[in-house]
Nanobody, 126 residues
Framework: QVQLVESGGGLVQAGGSLRLSCAAS????????MGWFRQPPGKEREFVAV????????YYADSVKGRFTISRDNARNTVYLQMNSLKPEDTAVYYC???????????????????WGQGTQVTVSS
């Protein structure tokens, strides 16, 4: 079992930045690939970014590439999502997710992940 707790969401103006954090329980954090998903109002949950167990590989949705950066600190059992140049369309509930084992080709699908956090709201005003 892995427990995930997101934090860092809030209200920002377009063009601003936020840094989301996801704190994970347990002593085997480094055994999990970590992903970020988001769910805009009235839409399906969508992939944002993923980072491999060691942090050596990262992948991003085209919509956030060049603006968002995912990172992890295995010593702190924490994964981060740095969000820059935020747009109103980035408004969503952001979820942290964990998958045991190597990151696969289906890393952009929610079913790929075993554990989920409760979500944190990000609102970007125009």
């Amino acid at each position: 079992q892995v427990q995930l707790v997101e934090s860092g969401g809030g209200l920002v103006q377009a063009g601003g930045s936020l840094r989301l954090s996801c704190a994970a329980s347990g002593r085997t954090f480094s055994s999990y690939g970590m992903g970020w998903f988001r769910q805009p109002p009235g839409k399906e949950r969508e992939f944002v970014a993923v980072i491999s167990m060691s942090g050596g590989n990262t992948y991003y949705a085209d919509s956030v590439k060049g603006r968002f950066t995912i990172s992890r600190d295995n010593a702190r059992n924490t994964v981060y999502l740095q969000m820059n140049s935020l747009k109103p369309e980035d408004t969503a509930v952001y979820y942290c997710a964990a998958r045991f084992g190597p990151t696969g080709a289906l890393h952009n699908l929610p079913d790929h992940y075993n554990y989920w956090g409760q979500g944190t709201q990000v609102t970007v005003s125009s």
